[in-house]
């Protein structure tokens, strides 16, 4: 998981509430990702960015915000707007220089229950 | 667009037997495939990439990888497998399109290998 960092670990939450997702690196990369795993769906992108203060929507950005103030930080809001947010989320970063140019690390995820 | 397929949800194998994961891509240009790892409750591990070069690439853990242009086909190999190589694991190819796409990663659904001793 080396120096992507993801909390809390598990979190759970009241039909109704928003809650924000922590993910930090130390890793100087440029692009973050937020994906949502979910049992044999594989992993589905939310958001992305590959510059601080910019950010893209993925495939399923329905219910969810994000933001990127500092290159190292890229926190994920899940809004009670998102219908079934109970799911795994795992963040990832990626250098856009340099010989690992082409691989994404995955922090260790953070495991969301609706009650 | 680009999607790939792992077309077994489940790969049950003997402990010191060969085992193969497989996987087929579709792209638009030339793909960057890669393999990840995930053990329960963790994050996707890492475990090789093809970009250009070698048709066998070789990763962690003494996996390795067999990439097939004719067949569009990347599968995950290991002469041996062991017990503690019992995991989830994914496929992904990169979008290598221009813009702010650039580098997103489209997974398969993920292939559930079980190592029995």
Redesign the interface.
Known sequence: ?GG?T?SPKYLFRKEGQNVTLSCEQNLNHD?M?W?RQDP??????IY?S?IVNDF?K?DIAEGYSVSREKKESFPLTVTSAQKNPTA?Y?C?S?S?AGPST????????T?LTVL | AQSVAQPEDQVNVAEGNPLTVKCTYSVSGNPYLFWYVQYPNRGLQFLLKYITGDNLVKGSYGFEAEFNKSQTSFHLKKPSALVSDSALYFCAVRDIGRGSTLGRLYFGRGTQLTVWP
Do not use: E, K, S
């Open positions: 998981d992507i993801q692009a990702y994906y044999g769906q594989g992993l589905r992108l992305y590959q893209q993925g795994f795992l990832a990626r856009l082409d691989t994404q690390y995955f922090g260790p995820g495991r």
